[in-house]
């Protein structure tokens, strides 16, 4: 019984070292991207200001991903869709990737403290890792040229690098920590996607019909809703406070 448990905990302390390997990760990146490639393009905003936003944002999309919802007709109960990367993809479009990782990270913290974890903390990585993997690379293309074009191509990239990312590393790393974590055998969650789609046999279709699917419906729930709120949102934050930034490219075309 002590030899299981010791083992528990190794495997649950290697579980936190991934995850916080993986969010310095991911912060340096963003870091490294904005200092080299679009430094000049995102808003100059002071420290506590950008906190603040950050703060803001990451607090309203905690709360729209506590509203949650499965799509039985596509993916395992346990597969869920929120609208809680719209403020974040926000924050993002305005603050530069970094701020758009904080933001998820804010939220990702904020819904832990106020709700916990079902997924044996499982489905917060993958919320932050794939939240930031159709972040950043959105933010990225966005801030290269300003524009409503370059917001369309962002997203869509980001939908994109979302859908294929989040497929292989469901594959690869999260449902088999689920499955060893949550005491779940992989034959079972296989059969959960079974009882949805008769097609999927196996870890691989599972990702393939359900999981991909999922990311791509996501990425367009996503996107509509952030083309139709960014600038309006963007001018009240601009307008809020005194700051320095770089205009907007091509701006008569973006309405």
Request: net charge positive.
């Amino acid at each position: 019984m002590e030899t299981g448990f010791l083992q528990a905990a190794a495997e649950n302390l290697q579980f936190v070292l991934v995850c916080a390997a993986v969010v310095f990760a991911i912060v340096g990146g963003a870091q490294l991207i904005e200092k080299k490639l679009i430094a000049e393009s995102v808003a100059q905003v002071k420290r506590t200001r950008y906190l603040t936003i950050c703060a803001m944002l990451g607090a309203l999309a905690m709360l729209l991903h506590l509203f949650d919802f499965p799509v039985p007709f596509l993916a395992p109960g346990f597969y869920k869709l929120d609208f809680s990367e719209i403020p974040v993809m926000v924050g993002a479009f305005y603050l530069g990737p970094v701020g758009g990782v904080i933001i998820e990270l804010v939220k990702i913290l904020l819904k832990l403290v106020v709700k916990g974890t079902s997924t044996a903390f499982v489905g917060d990585l993958a919320n932050f890792i794939v939240g930031c993997s159709f972040i950043v690379p959105a933010c990225v293309v966005y801030h290269l040229r300003k524009s409503k074009k370059t917001a369309v191509m962002g997203l869509a990239m980001g939908t994109a690098v979302m859908t294929v990312f989040g497929s292989v590393f469901n594959a690869v790393y999260l449902l088999p920590a689920f499955s060893r974590l949550y005491g779940m055998p992989l034959d079972a969650i296989v059969d959960m996607g079974t009882a949805v789609n008769p097609a999927v046999n196996s870890v691989m279709m599972l990702v393939l019909l359900a999981v991909a699917p999922l990311n791509l419906l996501k990425g367009i729930l996503i996107s509509v809703p952030t083309m139709v709120l960014y600038k309006r949102i963007s001018k009240a934050l601009h307008n809020s406070a005194q700051e320095q930034y770089v205009p907007e490219r091509h701006s008569q075309t973006e309405g």
